[in-house]
């Protein structure tokens, strides 16, 4: 599809790409949804918590939107909150999905979530079509759920035919070439904020698991690559870190999607380079929308009116892809 012109300008000193970032993930509040868990035990044993969200005033449960979460995030995280509330409204049931080790409580295996970890994604819809096999689904992702969604979407793999659509919002398509956007001076807040929660976890793992973990490794991790080299990678049964952002990047997975799939990335997104944006690709692809706006910041897109553009458009898509399937 062509590339979508963009309507996004925002205000003051929300054209800031930091600002917007970092009122969105701090400042901004949302209120008044509600959510009901369900534990999922995954496959091997494992778990995932599930958040539920029911709209009023609807027949029937038609149309289910699953929603992941980005890195460290959680369900209640208030990019999750602010789009459920707008997908309630629009009588959209909602799940968001904690993914393992974020929903407040440890996981229970040395594994954890990672940015490739497509195989939860099958698990927790095939879980979900056993409940609701005559509704729509869609998904959305936050930028390392939007990966996880893409990647999914792509892969040579069996998919229910009751997928509808998806939505990828400021998605690291490339996480080689994102690290090297996190990596730049400008972005240390952000990179001390994951560190120290990722850190935080592996020391929580070190002391179930000291036959695999050490506190040598642990000492070391002193960025996101070698949290990855000393944790990710091989938790998860890849060679290296860059083994790992090789095979879990969704950008080589792309032009294989088949249903519709808007990927909203902004420019100024400090968390992505050049490689986050398939351009070419999107100008030729049959499904994939890329829309991207001159600013926005990461998860930002704050308009001032109570909803952020990302949420306008995420309903917007789901919308018009819903009213052309019924």
């Known amino acids: 599809m062509p590339l979508i012109p963009s309507t996004y300008k925002p205000k003051g000193p929300f054209r800031n790409s930091h600002f917007n970032t970092i009122f969105a993930a701090k400042f901004r509040r949302v209120y008044g949804v509600k959510q009901k868990r369900e534990r999922l035990v995954l496959s091997d044993e494992d778990f995932i918590d599930i958040d539920w969200s029911f709209p009023q005033n609807t027949k029937g449960n038609s149309k289910i939107v699953l929603l992941f979460h980005g890195l460290e995030g959680t369900a209640k995280r208030t990019y999750m909150l602010g789009t459920i509330k707008q997908l309630l409204d629009n009588g959209y049931l909602c799940a968001a999905v904690n993914l393992r080790s974020c929903s407040g409580e440890i996981n229970s295996k040395l594994r954890s979530y990672h940015s490739g970890a497509s195989e939860d994604v099958a ?22 759920g939007g990966n996880l969604i893409l990647k999914y979407l792509g892969e040579e793999r069996e998919r229910p035919s009751n997928l509808a659509a998806a939505v990828a919002i400021s998605t690291p398509v490339d996480l080689y070439d994102s690290l090297g956007a996190l990596e730049k001076p400008g972005n240390w807040v952000y ?126 898509f789901f919308n018009a892809q819903a009213h052309r399937n019924s």
């Open 191 to 316: 990179r001390w904020s994951f560190l120290k929660d990722l850190r935080a976890k592996y020391k929580m793992k070190l002391s179930h698991y000291p036959e695999h973990l050490t506190l040598d490794n642990y000492k070391k991790i002193r960025s996101l690559r070698l949290f990855d080299e000393y944790y990710t990678a091989p938790a998860h049964g890849f060679t290296d870190a860059l083994d790992y952002y090789t095979k879990s990047s969704s950008r080589q997975f792309l032009k294989n999607i088949k249903l519709p799939v808007l990927l909203l990335n902004a420019k100024d997104d400090s968390f992505l380079n050049e490689k986050c944006y398939p351009i070419d690709l999107s100008a030729n692809h049959e499904y994939l929308h890329l829309e991207m706006p001159e600013r926005g910041g990461h998860v930002g897109f704050i308009s001032g009116k109570g909803i952020t553009y990302n949420e306008k458009r995420t309903v917007e």
């Open 123 to 144: 698990e927790i819809i095939s879980h979900i079509n056993t409940k609701y096999n005559d509704s729509s689904l869609y998904l959305c992702g936050f930028s390392l």
